[in-house]
Each structure stands twice: as structure tokens, then as C-alpha cells.
């Protein structure tokens, strides 16, 4: 019968936009902690606190029966205010690891699924999300200037 891992499962969609003037800049945001992001990355309040001055990717964890192709759709609309775009992917990722935030949960596991698409800078607008919702160069940033493990993500989508 099949079971959930007793330390975690966690189904995230990612959206990775490049920017197609300049190709090593990603799409990163600081997250807004008045924003809703129970609903809009499934984060809790106490990760919300510890993110909200870390950059990190459009993302969000899948919502009961959702695909991740939907939920990179919602990513679009809901954080990066977008209808459409042209998506590669997903890529999926799977990871077995103890969380660093909880060390006695030995065997959390990951399904990651990473969707890219490139897109004009000009085309995307701050929302009420983010706190600062830019283009960043990845070639300037370190895995502390990150939220959770979007350096990760980052590495698996090429940047």
C-alpha cells in the first residue's frame, strides 16, 4: 500500500523566466509578508518571516488534485500577473534530504517540477506578492541570497 514519507512530502512547481534582452537574468522576487502567501506558495507564517529578505523564484506548492501544468498557470497569474506564457517543461526533480529547519525529519522528499520560458523585461509588473519582483543577474547571487532551495532549482535549470 502506498505511503506518505512520515517526514514530509512536498509537490512544488517552479516557473524559471529568463529575460530575453539579457539571458542570465532570472525573474526573482522578496516576498511581501502582508501578502497571502498561505494560499499563494502554501508558505506558513514562521517561513514568510524567515524568507521575506531572500530572493526566490515564482513557486508554489501544488494545490490538492492540481496538475503541475495548472499550477505553473497560477504561478504565472497569481505572482508574476502574466495570462500566458510559453513554457518549457517540467523538468522533474526528486529529492530525498533532512530539512535544515527541522533536523530531526530525516526523510523529507521533494517532487520538484521546474517549467522555464524567457519573456521582455517591460512584461512583467510588481504585485502585491513581492516586496521587489525584478530580473536579477544569477551569475551575482549565493545560496544565502536565496529562499529555501531556489539555488538549487537555479542549478537544475541551467543557471
Known amino acids: ?3 506518505v514519507p512520515p517526514d514530509g ?3 512544488s512547481a517552479f516557473v524559471v523566466l ?4 539579457r539571458p542570465s537574468f532570472v525573474l526573482l522576487g ?3 509578508p502582508a501578502a497571502p502567501w498561505d494560499h499563494l506558495g502554501s508558505l506558513d507564517p514562521t517561513r514568510v518571516e524567515a524568507w521575506k529578505d531572500r530572493w526566490m523564484l515564482p513557486a508554489s506548492h501544488l494545490l490538492l488534485l492540481e496538475s503541475p501544468q495548472d499550477a505553473a498557470g497560477r504561478i504565472l497569474r497569481e505572482l508574476v ?3 500566458s506564457v510559453p513554457l518549457e517543461g517540467p523538468k522533474v526533480i526528486s529529492e530525498v534530504y533532512t530539512p535544515e529547519r527541522h533536523p530531526t525529519a530525516r526523510q523529507h522528499w521533494d517532487l520538484e517540477f521546474i517549467f522555464q520560458g524567457k519573456v521582455p523585461e517591460r512584461s512583467v509588473r510588481r504585485n502585491q506578492a ?5 530580473f ?3 551569475r551575482s547571487l549565493e545560496n544565502e541570497d536565496l529562499a529555501r532551495a531556489h539555488g538549487d532549482i537555479l542549478g537544475h535549470a541551467g543557471f
Open 130 to 134: 513581492w516586496q521587489e519582483l525584478e
Open 1 to 3: 500500500m502506498p505511503q
Open 9 to 11: 512530502l512536498c509537490l
Open 30 to 32: 522578496k516576498i511581501d
Open 18 to 21: 529568463s529575460s530575453t534582452e
Open 136 to 138: 536579477v543577474d544569477t
Open 81 to 83: 500577473g502574466l495570462s
